[in-house]
Protein backbone atom coordinates (compact mmCIF):
# COMPACT_ATOMS: atom_id res chain seq x y z
CA UNK A 1 0.00 0.00 0.00
CA UNK A 2 1.51 3.13 -0.86
CA UNK A 3 2.06 5.60 2.09
CA UNK A 4 -0.32 8.41 2.76
CA UNK A 5 2.44 11.02 2.53
CA UNK A 6 2.68 10.24 -1.11
CA UNK A 7 -0.96 11.82 -1.86
CA UNK A 8 -0.50 15.86 -1.97
CA UNK A 9 -4.47 16.08 -1.89
CA UNK A 10 -7.08 14.85 -0.42
CA UNK A 11 -8.92 14.33 -3.33
CA UNK A 12 -6.01 11.98 -4.80
CA UNK A 13 -6.27 10.09 -1.51
CA UNK A 14 -10.22 9.60 -2.06
CA UNK A 15 -10.08 8.70 -5.52
CA UNK A 16 -7.56 6.29 -4.86
CA UNK A 17 -8.74 4.80 -1.51
CA UNK A 18 -12.47 4.81 -4.32
CA UNK A 19 -10.38 2.56 -6.63
CA UNK A 20 -8.74 -0.18 -3.71
CA UNK A 21 -11.88 -0.61 -1.56
CA UNK A 22 -15.03 0.90 -3.14
CA UNK A 23 -16.93 3.90 -3.02
CA UNK A 24 -18.84 2.57 -0.24
CA UNK A 25 -16.11 1.81 2.37
CA UNK A 26 -15.18 5.59 2.01
CA UNK A 27 -18.33 6.90 2.08
CA UNK A 28 -18.29 5.28 5.67
CA UNK A 29 -14.56 6.48 5.90
CA UNK A 30 -15.96 10.32 5.52
CA UNK A 31 -19.02 10.30 7.62
CA UNK A 32 -16.93 8.58 10.46
CA UNK A 33 -15.87 11.80 11.91
CA UNK A 34 -19.24 12.82 12.36
CA UNK A 35 -20.29 9.74 13.65
CA UNK A 36 -17.41 10.08 16.15
CA UNK A 37 -18.23 13.92 17.25
CA UNK A 38 -22.53 12.81 17.67
CA UNK A 39 -21.17 10.09 19.99
CA UNK A 40 -18.96 12.22 22.00
CA UNK A 41 -21.65 15.05 21.80
CA UNK A 42 -23.73 12.54 23.81
CA UNK A 43 -20.82 11.70 26.16
CA UNK A 44 -21.08 15.19 26.97
CA UNK A 45 -24.47 16.06 27.60
CA UNK A 46 -24.94 12.78 29.20
CA UNK A 47 -21.92 13.67 31.97
CA UNK A 48 -23.68 17.16 32.15
CA UNK A 49 -26.41 15.88 32.84
CA UNK A 50 -25.33 13.17 36.10
CA UNK A 51 -23.75 16.83 37.26
CA UNK A 52 -26.94 18.37 37.23
CA UNK A 53 -29.34 15.94 38.38
CA UNK A 54 -26.74 14.76 41.24
CA UNK A 55 -25.55 18.59 42.43
CA UNK A 56 -27.39 21.58 40.47
CA UNK A 57 -30.75 20.19 40.67
CA UNK A 58 -32.18 23.68 39.20
CA UNK A 59 -31.57 25.81 36.21
CA UNK A 60 -30.99 29.03 36.98
CA UNK A 61 -29.93 31.60 34.70
CA UNK A 62 -30.91 35.18 33.65
CA UNK A 63 -32.71 35.68 36.96
CA UNK A 64 -34.62 32.91 36.04
CA UNK A 65 -34.90 29.75 38.21
CA UNK A 66 -36.32 26.50 36.76
CA UNK A 67 -37.24 23.75 37.89
CA UNK A 68 -36.86 20.23 36.45
CA UNK A 69 -38.98 16.94 36.67
CA UNK A 70 -36.66 14.23 36.58
CA UNK A 71 -39.25 12.11 36.08
CA UNK A 72 -40.16 13.80 32.84
CA UNK A 73 -36.63 14.33 31.53
CA UNK A 74 -33.44 11.23 31.28
CA UNK A 75 -29.82 12.27 31.62
CA UNK A 76 -29.30 14.30 27.79
CA UNK A 77 -32.13 16.40 28.25
CA UNK A 78 -30.72 17.29 31.16
CA UNK A 79 -27.13 17.64 30.28
CA UNK A 80 -28.65 21.14 28.32
CA UNK A 81 -28.62 23.04 31.51
CA UNK A 82 -25.14 23.43 32.90
CA UNK A 83 -24.25 23.58 29.51
CA UNK A 84 -26.64 26.43 28.55
CA UNK A 85 -27.99 24.49 25.84
CA UNK A 86 -31.96 25.19 26.63
CA UNK A 87 -33.82 27.77 24.88
CA UNK A 88 -30.83 29.52 23.48
CA UNK A 89 -32.72 31.45 20.71
CA UNK A 90 -35.48 32.32 22.50
CA UNK A 91 -33.87 34.07 25.52
CA UNK A 92 -31.42 36.10 23.15
CA UNK A 93 -33.86 37.63 20.93
CA UNK A 94 -36.47 38.06 23.75
CA UNK A 95 -34.44 40.17 25.62
CA UNK A 96 -33.22 42.06 22.48
CA UNK A 97 -36.70 42.46 20.50
CA UNK A 98 -40.03 41.92 23.26
CA UNK A 99 -41.04 44.92 23.99
CA UNK A 100 -42.20 45.62 27.47
CA UNK A 101 -45.18 47.63 26.55
CA UNK A 102 -46.35 44.06 24.42
CA UNK A 103 -49.57 42.09 25.19
CA UNK A 104 -48.15 38.51 24.78
CA UNK A 105 -50.36 35.39 23.26
CA UNK A 106 -47.82 32.34 23.85
CA UNK A 107 -48.03 29.48 22.35
CA UNK A 108 -46.11 25.90 23.93
CA UNK A 109 -44.91 26.81 27.41
CA UNK A 110 -43.49 23.47 28.31
CA UNK A 111 -41.56 23.68 31.61
CA UNK A 112 -42.37 27.78 31.63
CA UNK A 113 -38.64 29.24 31.59
CA UNK A 114 -39.83 31.21 28.16
CA UNK A 115 -43.07 31.84 29.86
CA UNK A 116 -41.09 33.43 32.83
CA UNK A 117 -38.70 35.23 31.07
CA UNK A 118 -40.88 36.73 28.71
CA UNK A 119 -43.04 37.98 32.11
CA UNK A 120 -39.71 39.28 33.59
CA UNK A 121 -39.57 41.54 30.30
CA UNK A 122 -43.09 43.05 30.46
CA UNK A 123 -44.16 45.76 32.42
CA UNK A 124 -47.53 44.58 32.59
CA UNK A 125 -47.25 41.24 33.84
CA UNK A 126 -50.68 40.52 33.44
CA UNK A 127 -50.77 41.18 29.86
CA UNK A 128 -49.66 37.97 28.88
CA UNK A 129 -51.32 34.38 28.66
CA UNK A 130 -49.36 31.01 27.91
CA UNK A 131 -51.08 28.11 26.78
CA UNK A 132 -49.30 24.14 27.40
CA UNK A 133 -51.64 21.40 26.09
CA UNK A 134 -49.44 18.71 27.38
CA UNK A 135 -50.91 17.90 30.94
CA UNK A 136 -48.37 16.32 32.63
CA UNK A 137 -46.41 19.74 32.49
CA UNK A 138 -48.87 22.28 33.71
CA UNK A 139 -48.02 21.48 37.31
CA UNK A 140 -44.24 22.28 36.81
CA UNK A 141 -45.20 25.72 34.93
CA UNK A 142 -47.61 26.42 37.57
CA UNK A 143 -44.68 25.86 40.14
CA UNK A 144 -41.48 27.76 38.35
CA UNK A 145 -44.08 30.93 37.74
CA UNK A 146 -44.47 30.95 41.64
CA UNK A 147 -40.62 31.10 41.98
CA UNK A 148 -40.20 33.37 39.69
CA UNK A 149 -43.38 35.53 40.94
CA UNK A 150 -44.70 35.40 37.16
CA UNK A 151 -48.12 37.20 36.13
CA UNK A 152 -48.99 35.71 33.44
CA UNK A 153 -52.40 33.22 32.93
CA UNK A 154 -52.13 29.80 31.96
CA UNK A 155 -53.95 27.29 30.31
CA UNK A 156 -53.99 23.90 29.30
CA UNK A 157 -55.10 24.36 25.57
CA UNK A 158 -53.82 24.89 22.28
CA UNK A 159 -55.45 27.61 19.67
CA UNK A 160 -58.04 25.90 17.83
CA UNK A 161 -61.11 25.84 16.09
CA UNK A 162 -62.50 22.84 17.74
CA UNK A 163 -63.31 22.24 21.42
CA UNK A 164 -61.76 19.16 21.52
CA UNK A 165 -58.24 18.18 20.37
CA UNK A 166 -55.57 15.20 20.20
CA UNK A 167 -52.24 15.98 21.56
CA UNK A 168 -49.24 13.56 21.08
CA UNK A 169 -47.38 13.34 23.79
CA UNK A 170 -43.67 12.54 23.00
CA UNK A 171 -40.82 10.97 25.41
CA UNK A 172 -39.12 14.25 25.00
CA UNK A 173 -40.79 16.82 26.87
CA UNK A 174 -39.95 19.53 24.09
CA UNK A 175 -41.05 17.18 21.47
CA UNK A 176 -45.03 17.25 22.45
CA UNK A 177 -47.20 18.14 19.02
CA UNK A 178 -50.50 17.84 17.41
CA UNK A 179 -48.49 16.95 13.93
CA UNK A 180 -46.21 14.13 14.88
CA UNK A 181 -48.33 11.37 16.08
CA UNK A 182 -47.23 8.90 18.93
CA UNK A 183 -48.88 5.88 20.94
CA UNK A 184 -49.95 8.72 23.77
CA UNK A 185 -52.34 11.02 23.44
CA UNK A 186 -54.50 13.61 25.26
CA UNK A 187 -57.30 15.09 24.47
CA UNK A 188 -56.52 18.85 24.77
CA UNK A 189 -59.41 22.31 25.15
CA UNK A 190 -59.32 24.57 22.33
CA UNK A 191 -59.18 28.46 22.47
CA UNK A 192 -59.79 30.72 19.13
CA UNK A 193 -58.02 33.73 19.29
CA UNK A 194 -60.93 35.72 19.31
CA UNK A 195 -62.11 33.76 22.20
CA UNK A 196 -58.31 33.85 24.29
CA UNK A 197 -58.77 37.67 23.57
CA UNK A 198 -62.45 38.40 24.94
CA UNK A 199 -62.26 35.91 28.04
CA UNK A 200 -58.82 37.53 29.01
CA UNK A 201 -59.83 41.22 28.00
CA UNK A 202 -56.60 41.54 26.48
CA UNK A 203 -55.75 42.65 22.46
CA UNK A 204 -53.01 40.81 22.16
CA UNK A 205 -50.34 42.46 19.64
CA UNK A 206 -47.23 39.75 19.80
CA UNK A 207 -47.54 36.12 19.53
CA UNK A 208 -44.70 33.75 21.01
CA UNK A 209 -45.02 30.27 19.88
CA UNK A 210 -43.01 26.95 19.51
CA UNK A 211 -45.51 24.38 18.99
CA UNK A 212 -43.21 21.30 17.28
CA UNK A 213 -45.03 21.56 13.56
CA UNK A 214 -48.53 23.11 14.70
CA UNK A 215 -47.58 26.51 13.50
CA UNK A 216 -48.66 25.59 10.08
CA UNK A 217 -52.15 24.70 10.55
CA UNK A 218 -52.16 27.86 13.05
CA UNK A 219 -51.47 30.12 10.24
CA UNK A 220 -53.57 28.45 7.39
CA UNK A 221 -56.44 28.44 10.09
CA UNK A 222 -56.27 31.98 11.44
CA UNK A 223 -55.66 34.25 9.13
CA UNK A 224 -57.81 36.46 9.87
CA UNK A 225 -56.68 36.56 13.77
CA UNK A 226 -52.93 36.77 12.81
CA UNK A 227 -53.53 40.01 10.78
CA UNK A 228 -53.82 41.58 14.48
CA UNK A 229 -50.80 40.66 15.76
CA UNK A 230 -47.44 43.32 15.24
CA UNK A 231 -45.01 40.74 16.06
CA UNK A 232 -44.52 37.18 15.98
CA UNK A 233 -41.92 35.02 17.38
CA UNK A 234 -41.77 31.49 16.42
CA UNK A 235 -39.86 28.40 16.19
CA UNK A 236 -40.40 26.51 12.58
CA UNK A 237 -39.62 22.91 12.73
CA UNK A 238 -38.43 21.13 8.91
CA UNK A 239 -37.29 18.28 10.57
CA UNK A 240 -37.90 15.08 12.72
CA UNK A 241 -40.32 14.38 11.03
CA UNK A 242 -42.82 17.07 11.79
CA UNK A 243 -42.65 19.21 8.92
CA UNK A 244 -41.42 19.18 5.65
CA UNK A 245 -39.25 21.79 3.94
CA UNK A 246 -42.21 22.55 1.40
CA UNK A 247 -44.09 23.14 4.86
CA UNK A 248 -41.80 25.21 6.73
CA UNK A 249 -41.44 27.61 3.16
CA UNK A 250 -45.16 27.45 3.04
CA UNK A 251 -45.54 29.31 6.96
CA UNK A 252 -43.11 31.63 5.90
CA UNK A 253 -45.58 32.44 2.51
CA UNK A 254 -48.15 32.77 4.65
CA UNK A 255 -47.01 35.19 7.33
CA UNK A 256 -45.63 37.18 3.86
CA UNK A 257 -49.49 37.33 2.76
CA UNK A 258 -49.92 38.82 5.99
CA UNK A 259 -47.75 41.76 4.98
CA UNK A 260 -45.27 40.42 7.76
CA UNK A 261 -41.59 40.81 7.36
CA UNK A 262 -38.80 38.48 8.58
CA UNK A 263 -36.64 40.66 10.79
CA UNK A 264 -34.46 37.65 11.97
CA UNK A 265 -33.35 34.10 11.19
CA UNK A 266 -31.54 32.15 13.62
CA UNK A 267 -31.41 28.52 12.57
CA UNK A 268 -35.15 27.54 13.25
CA UNK A 269 -35.91 30.16 15.09
CA UNK A 270 -37.63 33.37 13.68
CA UNK A 271 -38.95 37.09 13.87
CA UNK A 272 -41.40 38.57 11.63
CA UNK A 273 -42.66 42.24 12.17
CA UNK A 274 -45.39 44.70 10.69
Not at 85 to 113: D, F, I, Q, R
Not at 130 to 141: G, T, V
Request: glycine residues 6%.
Amino acid sequence: MMPLLYFTQKSDFMNTAEHRMGTPFVSRLVLLPKKIAKALYVIKLQLAGIYFTLFLKTYKKDGITLHVPFHLTDLKFRGRFPLNLYEVEETKHLKKHLSPHAKVLELGSCLGYTSCMINSILLNKNAHVALEANPNLIQWIKKNKQTNHGGFSLENAIVSHDKENTFYIHKLIVGGSTVRKTPKKVTVRGWTIDELKERYKLDFDTLIMDIEGGELNLFRDFKESLSSFKTIFLEVHPFAGILTEQEAKECEDLLSELNFKLVVRDGHFQIWEK
